[in-house]
């Protein structure tokens, strides 16, 4: 069994017409920031591979093909910006990035402690990626900037569909219940202000230069990100997070665990937006 379908006809980034796409600012900023994210796919992909390397063969074609699928965001993310903003120098924000912080060593160990912690945290990552990517989808009025979101939040579901088969075929051997799979889940979504996320978006800025102060730039950052969240978004990303933690996202449980993550990032976007007022620059 595998563990992701290719797409026969996988959209490439030069079927979408960018020369009149046009972005408010935050979104440029979100999109900007994603795509120096998203443009890491390597050092992802060679950090799970060395996880695998003693797997059979089906679980590195699985990371073969979605290291492509996240490189080719990178790439129509890139476009899309330096299109909208023929400033956006990717080349040298890429590489003051990557020269600022590091991504975990290709050890062959998980700093997740095991494989299947490993799966949840990638199947969170996923979930929210696609979660993301609807969200700008319905932020703007470009139609085909958003059919470009809708693109990538298409592939991000498919990468989650994938981690969890992996997940899955892993709880086969290592014995890992709902709330070890929550833990994991909540250690993952609270790595979300770490320096990955948020240095991206101060180099796209063009205030990393001086020292980052990482507590501003996430409020910054998060503030204007939050906003956009509606309820039907934190629902889909409810229900992706309830089937990782191994919960059937029948009625109640989606219902509860919608109302968590929007009262989540209500409250988080509420405090970024007055922190980034009252707290000294
Ligand atoms: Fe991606
Ligand atoms: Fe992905």
């Known amino acids: 069994m595998k563990f992701i379908k290719p797409v ?10 960018l020369t009149q796409s ?30 695998f390397r003693d797997r059979e ?10 290291n492509a699928e996240e490189c080719q965001h990178g790439v129509m993310l890139r476009q899309l910006s330096e299109s909208v903003d023929s400033s956006f120098d990717f080349p040298s924000s890429m590489a003051h ?12 160990e998980s700093v997740r402690g095991s494989v299947a912690a490993e799966m949840v945290s990638r199947c969170v990552v996923e979930a929210l990626a696609s979660t993301l990517y609807r969200v700008l989808a319905d932020a703007i009025t470009d139609p085909t ?3 470009v979101y809708s693109a990538l939040a298409q592939d991000e579901a498919r990468h989650f569909g994938m981690f969890l088969k992996m997940l899955e075929t892993e709880s086969e ?11 994991f889940a909540l250690q993952r979504m609270f790595e979300l202000e770490d320096s990955q996320i948020i240095v991206a978006s101060s180099v796209v800025a063009g205030r990393s230069k ?5 507590r501003r730039e996430a409020n910054q950052y998060l503030g204007s990100l939050y906003s956009l969240y509606r309820w039907k978004h934190l629902r889909y990303a409810a229900k992706m ?16 665990a919608t109302f968590v993550l929007w009262s989540g990032v209500r409250i988080r976007g509420w405090w970024a937006n007055v922190a980034s007022r009252i707290l000294p620059p």
Request: aromatic share 10%; net charge negative.
């Open 145 to 147: 900037a958003a059919s």
């Open 57 to 66: 063969a089906r679980w590195n074609l699985a990371i073969d093909q979605w």
């Open 241 to 256: 997070l309830l089937h990782a933690v191994g919960i059937r996202p029948s009625r109640l449980p989606l219902n509860a």
């Open 210 to 214: 001086q020292a980052i102060r990482l």
């Open 8 to 17: 026969s006809n996988h959209w490439q980034p030069n079927d979408f017409d």
């Open 173 to 183: 051997n290592e014995n890992v219940g709902m709330f070890g799979r929550v833990k």
């Open 97 to 108: 990035y990557e020269g600022i912080v590091s991504y975990h060593e290709p050890t062959g």
């Open 22 to 51: 046009a972005l408010a600012s935050p979104i440029l900023h979100i999109t900007k920031t994603v795509c120096l994210l998203e443009s890491r796919c390597d050092d992802y992909a060679e950090y799970l591979r060395a996880i």
